[in-house]
């Protein structure tokens, strides 16, 4: 596709380079031509000026004269058509190599959309296929209990809730390709943000017995309120998932110079340098296996993290080792 299109850009810049060499040329060659002319002229009148009985010149004189003009004429053709044709090849060659500039760009867009589709196509279909067998399973049984029911309906809920976060995610990450015309920026206090994200967590933290201690002052920043607390909320999450049952997690925010600083620390399973490079990437999952820790996630979070924080000029940052848990670092220019 993009072969085509190539050629048919360089057709179009062959085109446009021949239509103005073409009356350039035309130009050029009616100047020159009138300069001949008038030298041809200018030399007809001295002779006829200088010379009483016109009789006396010999017709040949004045044949070797038109000859002369007439080839140079030609000559000039000549020259122009030799121009015009060396101005074509090297267009072609240039047109082509301009082309496939104009076009890598686009190219990479596509190539990486058409990834992006295919791997949230690959993510959609675990959780439906699991909800089309509980469902095929449940409707083979020819009698079957309201307990289980029950327990196959909760399940299906299970799955249906992952598709929802999964079409979330996939939705928000779209949208902050965007760019910053999806961000509405306003003053916003940095603690009372991640004391929203904090309260969000914490059932879940409750749960496994996680206990999260928060400490932040007011530092006022100018940001998008909705991203921000969505990605100190993604951080939130991932400390609270990863972190084995009983283990601590601490969020703090501050003010260091022209930044606020939020830091999210975990006494999780930590991340392996090989890993830490590759996190922020979509869809990317470390294997936690020998960790034996088995949770569920799309790899969506973290390239979500990634893309706000660039949206708003901050930086992101890890530094972990295995079993020592983990610290994500992110720096917003504070007001
Ligand atoms: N605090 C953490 N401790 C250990 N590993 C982590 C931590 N945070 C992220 N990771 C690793 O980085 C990977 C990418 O994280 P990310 O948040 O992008 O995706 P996810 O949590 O797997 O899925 P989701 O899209 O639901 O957030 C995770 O799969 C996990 O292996
Ligand atoms: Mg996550």
Known sequence: MFKSARIKITAWYLLAILVISFIFSIAIYRTVASDLTAR??????????????????????????QNDLRTAKQRVVIMLLLANGAIIII??????????RTLRPIEEMVEEQNRFIADASHELRTPLSALKTSTEVALREKKISGAEA?????????????????SERLLHLSQYQKGEKV?????????????????KILPLARKKNIE?????????????RVSIEEIILILLDNAVKYTPDGGTVSVSSQIDGRNAIIK???????????DIPRIFDRFYRVDHSRSKIKVSGFGL???????????????????????????????????
């Open 40 to 65: 041809y002229v200018n030399i007809e009148n001295y002779i006829k000026s200088n010379v009483r009985d016109m009789e006396k010149i010999p017709p040949v004189l004045k044949n070797i004269l």
């Open 91 to 100: 267009s072609a060659f240039v047109g082509y190599f301009l082309a496939g």
């Open 150 to 166: 029950r327990n196959i309906l909760e399940e299906n809920l299970e799955d249906i809730g992952s598709l929802e976060l999964l």
């Open 183 to 199: 961000l509405a920026y306003e003053r916003i206090n940095l603690g009372k943000s991640i004391n929203v994200s904090y309260k």
């Open 212 to 224: 999260i201690n928060i400490e932040v002052q007011d530092n006022y920043i100018e940001a998008d």
């Open 264 to 274: 999210v620390i975990d006494s999780g399973p930590g991340i392996g340098p090989r």
């Open 301 to 335: 979070g973290l390239p979500i993290v990634k893309r706000v924080v660039e949206l708003h000029h901050g930086s992101v940052s890890v530094s972990s080792k295995i079993g020592s848990g983990s610290t994500f670092t992110v720096r917003l220019p504070a007001v």
